[in-house]
């Protein structure tokens, strides 16, 4: 069964532009997706929009050992093993990227209370940017100062790819924020857009991935124990 992680990282400019354009390949790699980080709701023309010397990686793996391989012995993998990652058991999904290869939806559900992680990624239409920046900005800024939401953050691969990552208190306090149950006027933003999404697509693909984390290593941002079960 494969397994999946999610990698943040301070990386060399050089070699965090070289991981963006062209990708690592290792044994026990079925996908990797390498992009530069991206603070929720900053503003549209700001550095914080585009960290090159961010890195977020997701990945699938054939198994644990090809990820230790990976950390361990290849040149970006060692990089990247400075920084943070979460082991990601996966667990179901809306939605297809063609190049993630997923098993059917985990037999095992999530529980209410249980911690979640949520990664979305897409492909956008490059002529729907200005919609999708007008309707997904709101959004990042209710998941970003959720109470409930552990870590969040977005990341981009010019041209078209978008991603973005959260850790939940619970899964009930995720589809809380999904589905507008929270109180206030934040509340709705994730749902109206969603709604806009449906009239008219943002994306050439999108899809979103719910996992069951399964560890936590190293430390990002001067902190670890993202993970609430960790603490």
Do not use: C
């Amino acid at each position: 069964m494969s397994i999946y992680s999610f990698h943040l990282a301070h990386i060399p400019l050089l070699k965090a532009a070289g991981g963006l354009l062209r990708p690592p390949k290792a044994p026990g790699l079925r996908h990797i997706e390498v992009l530069a980080g991206m603070q929720l709701g900053a503003a549209v023309i700001s550095p914080r929009r585009m960290q090159l010397r961010r890195i977020a990686v997701f990945a699938q793996w054939e198994d644990e050992a090809a990820l230790e391989d990976f950390l361990a012995h290849h040149p970006f993998g060692r990089t990247l093993n400075e920084g943070w990652h979460v082991r990601l058991e996966f667990v179901r999904r809306w939605g297809e990227v063609h190049e993630l290869l997923l098993e059917p939806d985990g037999a095992e559900h999530l529980e209410l209370g249980e911690p979640v992680v949520a990664v979305t990624l897409a492909r956008m239409r490059l002529p729907e940017l200005p919609r999708f920046i007008r309707w997904g900005r709101p959004v990042e800024r209710q998941i970003r100062d959720h109470p409930e939401a552990t870590l969040a953050m977005a990341a981009i691969r010019p041209p078209r790819s978008v991603s973005t990552f959260s850790i939940w208190t619970s899964t009930r306090a995720m589809t809380g924020m999904v589905f507008g149950r929270d109180d206030g006027e934040a509340a709705r933003r994730h749902t109206e857009a969603m709604t806009e999404r449906e009239r008219r697509d943002f994306h050439h693909e999108f899809t979103t991935l719910r996992f069951r984390p399964l560890s936590e290593h190293g430390s990002w941002e001067g902190r670890s124990h993202y993970v609430p079960w960790s603490r």
